[in-house]
């Protein structure tokens, strides 16, 4: 177990301690550090040895010195008195202010009581044996010391007469303040060379590791911290000849993999966007279809059983008439009771027609949704076209007591309604297309405008600034108009704008839906330009002449659409032939 504090704190070790102490400290900070202290460290046990060695010469030129005195002493007859002669009690000493030299006879030397310190420390290292080859090296001792600012030196020498037996102790006491000012000299330029030589290292070993370890370190670092930041198109630039190129090109290649793997999955994600994008598009779709759907079940079972009740309603008169024309012996029917039986026809014939409207036009969009429409161009007279599609539609107009209108350009740029004046190229297309979307327009203008109203069918060439050459059939009628908000509505399948069951107007309203993609098989555009309270004008703008390589490009769309219809209908068929319950 860990200890822990009293308060239930954990307590670091030491070594842990020391440890996140470091952690915080920068490399360079770490590597000074720890160089300054190797390099104390090794001049500092480099400067012991001559640290000591100066202080061992100083001091054994100063012990040479007394020893010089002595002999001086001892061969000298001027400087050396006949001090053996001397009483016991008599002086034996010559002293000056740094130098003091006594002579101890053997016999005083042997029975005084020096107590401690140098004297007895001599008698004990300069004590006779009486062996030759032992007494040989106990004829010295010396001491220094270091007193105020000083060196003090003593030194102790056995006296031997001509017989070699000794009859004394020779010291000299020396206080030499020239040996202590050397010696502190020759300490403060170890001390300074040392400085110098752990200064100019440290110096060098700064230089040499900012140049080769660190730069590359914080270069790399900078490169990482940019592309911690984001920025993936950074490189390290490393020359250095080392194993830290090695590491910059080792991290070079890292950034191209992870810029490589970025772009991957950017791709990836906007692949993935782009996905649920249209997945979410295609559920919106989805239930836009499948409400459309409903409402058009509804609606094409109010509108198929209207003409066919109709049709079985009047056919019903009609066979309960011919049932008691058979049974009456009266004579012919009456002209009024043969108007009625007509008008009944009349509205068979309406009905059956209108119902095979709707059935043409279900039939139409489903070729168009599985991709099953052909294109068959041909030249066709505009002004022709025109004056036939007004013919058709001229009937119903007049039931409602409509005008129709053909505006046609002539060469001088006026309007007429003659087809043989108008100025206006044939062009080339489908012409069955063609005519069923502005037929439509008709329609559906007569159907919306009101009684006493007019449409008018217009035809005239545009020279839009891209060059190519285009004609416009345009329907304008006197209606209520369409609000801005319902411009594209009216162009969905099975939407109209009054789709409930009580609208007044019949239809799948796939008209409208028909015409727009007829339009682009025919490479034209539908355009609608209508106000609330103004009428409406539905436009159908086409070239003279159909591009051969966008007409190649429709047919390969509508194959592929074909293909999609097939696989779906398929599934569906699997998935309805499936294990059911």
Same mark, same amino acid.
Request: glycine share 8%; proline share 4%.
């Given at each position: 177990?860990?200890?822990?504090?009293? *308060?239930?704190?954990?307590?670091?070790?030491?070594?842990?301690?020391?440890?996140?102490?470091?952690?915080?400290?920068?490399?360079?900070?770490?590597?000074?550090?720890?160089?300054?202290?190797?390099?104390?460290?090794?001049?500092?046990?480099?400067?012991?040895?001559?640290?000591?060695?100066?202080? @061992?010469?100083?001091?054994?030129?100063?012990?040479?010195?007394?020893?010089?005195?002595?002999?001086?002493?001892?061969?000298?007859?001027?400087?050396?008195?006949?001090?053996?002669?001397?009483?016991? *009690?008599?002086?034996?000493?010559?002293?000056?202010?740094h130098l003091m030299i006594r002579f101890y006879p053997e016999q005083e030397w042997a029975r005084s009581d020096f107590g401690g310190?140098?004297?007895?420390?001599?008698?004990?290292?300069?004590?006779?044996?009486?062996?030759?080859?032992?007494?040989?090296?106990?004829?010295?001792?010396?001491?220094?010391?270091?007193?105020?600012?000083?060196?003090?030196?003593?030194?102790?020498?056995?006296?031997?007469?001509?017989?070699?037996?000794?009859?004394?102790?020779?010291?000299?006491?020396?206080?030499?303040?020239?040996?202590?000012?050397?010696?502190?000299?020759?300490?403060?330029?170890?001390?300074?060379?040392?400085?110098?030589?752990?200064?100019?290292?440290?110096?060098?070993?700064?230089?040499?590791?900012?140049?080769?370890?660190?730069?590359?370190?914080?270069?790399?670092?900078?490169?990482?911290?940019?592309?911690?930041?984001?920025?993936?198109?950074?490189?390290?630039?490393?020359?250095?000849?080392?194993?830290?190129?090695?590491?910059?090109?080792?991290?070079?290649?890292?950034?191209?993999?992870?810029?490589?793997?970025?772009?991957?999955?950017?791709?990836?994600?906007?692949?993935?966007?782009?996905?649920? $994008?249209?997945?979410?598009?295609?559920?919106?779709?989805?239930?836009?279809?499948?409400?459309?759907?409903?409402?058009?079940?509804?609606?094409?079972?109010?509108?198929?059983?209207?003409?066919?009740?109709?049709?079985?309603?009047?056919?019903?008169?009609?066979?309960?008439?011919?049932?008691?024309?058979?049974?009456?012996?009266?004579?012919p029917p009456t002209a009024e009771q043969l108007a009625k039986r007509r008008r009944y026809l009349d509205n068979i014939v309406g009905a059956g027609r209108s119902l095979l409207e709707m059935i043409n036009e279900?039939?139409?969009?489903?070729?168009?949704?599985?991709?099953?429409?052909?294109?068959?161009?041909?030249?066709?007279?505009?002004?022709? $076209?025109?004056?036939?599609?007004?013919?058709?539609?001229?009937?119903?107009?007049?039931?409602?007591?409509?005008?129709?209108?053909?505006?046609?350009?002539?060469?001088?740029?006026?309007? @007429?309604?003659?087809?043989?004046?108008?100025?206006?190229?044939?062009?080339?297309?489908?012409?069955?297309?063609?005519?069923?979307?502005?037929?439509?327009?008709?329609?559906?203008?007569?159907?919306?405008?009101?009684?006493?109203?007019?449409?008018?069918?217009?035809?005239?060439?545009?020279?839009?600034?891209?060059?190519?050459?285009?004609?416009?059939?345009?329907?304008?009628?006197?209606?209520?108009?369409?609000?801005?908000?319902?411009?594209?509505?009216?162009?969905?399948?099975?939407?109209?704008?009054?789709?409930?069951?009580?609208?007044?107007?019949?239809? $799948?309203?796939?008209?409208?839906?028909?015409?727009?993609?007829?339009?682009?098989?025919?490479?034209?555009?539908?355009?609608?330009?209508?106000?609330?309270?103004?009428?409406?004008?539905?436009?159908?703008?086409?070239?003279?002449?159909?591009?051969?390589?966008?007409?190649?490009?429709?047919?390969?769309?509508?194959?592929?659409?074909?293909?999609?219809?097939?696989?779906?209908?398929?599934?569906?068929?699997?998935?309805?032939?499936?294990?059911?319950?």
């Amino acid at each position: 177990m860990s200890p822990s504090s009293s *308060g239930g704190g954990e307590r670091l070790s030491p070594a842990a301690r020391a440890s996140a102490m470091v952690s915080g400290i920068p490399l360079a900070n770490k590597c000074m550090i720890l160089f300054g202290a190797a390099v104390v460290l090794i001049i500092g046990a480099a400067l012991i040895v001559p640290w000591v060695r100066l202080a @061992t010469i100083v001091d054994q030129s100063q012990l040479e010195t007394s020893r010089q005195i002595a002999r001086l002493w001892q061969e000298s007859p001027m400087m050396m008195p006949d001090w053996t002669g001397m009483a016991s *009690g008599e002086e034996r000493e010559a002293r000056t202010r740094h130098l003091m030299i006594r002579f101890y006879p053997e016999q005083e030397w042997a029975r005084s009581d020096f107590g401690g310190g140098f004297l007895a420390a001599a008698r004990e290292r300069l004590a006779l044996t009486g062996d030759p080859k032992h007494d040989e090296d106990r004829v010295e001792h010396s001491e220094v010391l270091s007193e105020d600012n000083s060196r003090v030196y003593r030194y102790a020498r056995g006296i031997m007469n001509q017989s070699g037996a000794r009859i004394g102790v020779l010291t000299v006491q020396r206080r030499s303040e020239v040996a202590a000012s050397q010696l502190f000299v020759n300490r403060i330029y170890l001390l300074a060379a040392g400085f110098g030589a752990g200064t100019l290292a440290v110096l060098v070993f700064y230089l040499i590791t900012t140049r080769i370890i660190l730069e590359p370190v914080r270069s790399l670092r900078a490169t990482a911290d940019l592309v911690r930041q984001g920025n993936l198109d950074i490189r390290a630039d490393l020359k250095t000849g080392d194993e830290f190129e090695d590491l910059g090109d080792t991290f070079n290649s890292m950034l191209v993999e992870l810029s490589e793997q970025q772009s991957k999955l950017r791709g990836i994600n906007r692949s993935l966007d782009l996905r649920l $994008t249209d997945l979410a598009e295609r559920n919106v779709m989805l239930h836009e279809t499948a409400k459309m759907k409903g409402e058009f079940l509804a609606n094409i079972s109010h509108e198929l059983r209207t003409p066919l009740n109709s049709i079985i309603g009047f056919a019903e008169i009609l066979q309960g008439i011919a049932d008691s024309d058979a049974q009456s012996t009266g004579g012919p029917p009456t002209a009024e009771q043969l108007a009625k039986r007509r008008r009944y026809l009349d509205n068979i014939v309406g009905a059956g027609r209108s119902l095979l409207e709707m059935i043409n036009e279900l039939l139409t969009m489903a070729r168009i949704d599985a991709g099953k429409v052909e294109l068959h161009i041909q030249r066709l007279n505009v002004a022709e $076209t025109c004056e036939g599609l007004l013919a058709l539609i001229r009937p119903l107009a007049e039931k409602k007591r409509l005008e129709l209108a053909l505006q046609l350009p002539t060469s001088d740029g006026r309007l @007429t309604s003659n087809p043989s004046m108008a100025d206006l190229p044939p062009i080339e297309t489908d012409p069955q297309k063609l005519q069923q979307i502005v037929f439509n327009f008709l329609s559906n203008a007569v159907k919306f405008t009101p009684e006493g109203g007019k449409v008018t069918l217009r035809a005239d060439r545009l020279f839009p600034a891209d060059g190519t050459a285009r004609v416009r059939f345009s329907v304008i009628d006197t209606g209520d108009g369409i609000p801005a908000d319902k411009h594209e509505f009216i162009f969905q399948k099975f939407t109209q704008l009054d789709s409930g069951h009580t609208r007044e107007q019949q239809g $799948t309203g796939l008209g409208l839906a028909i015409a727009r993609e007829f339009s682009e098989l025919l490479q034209g555009e539908i355009l609608l330009d209508s106000e609330v309270g103004r009428g409406s004008m539905f436009s159908i703008v086409v070239p003279l002449r159909m591009d051969p390589d966008l007409a190649a490009q429709r047919a390969i769309e509508n194959a592929g659409r074909s293909m999609f219809a097939r696989a779906t209908e398929h599934s569906h068929e699997g998935a309805a032939s499936g294990p059911s319950g």
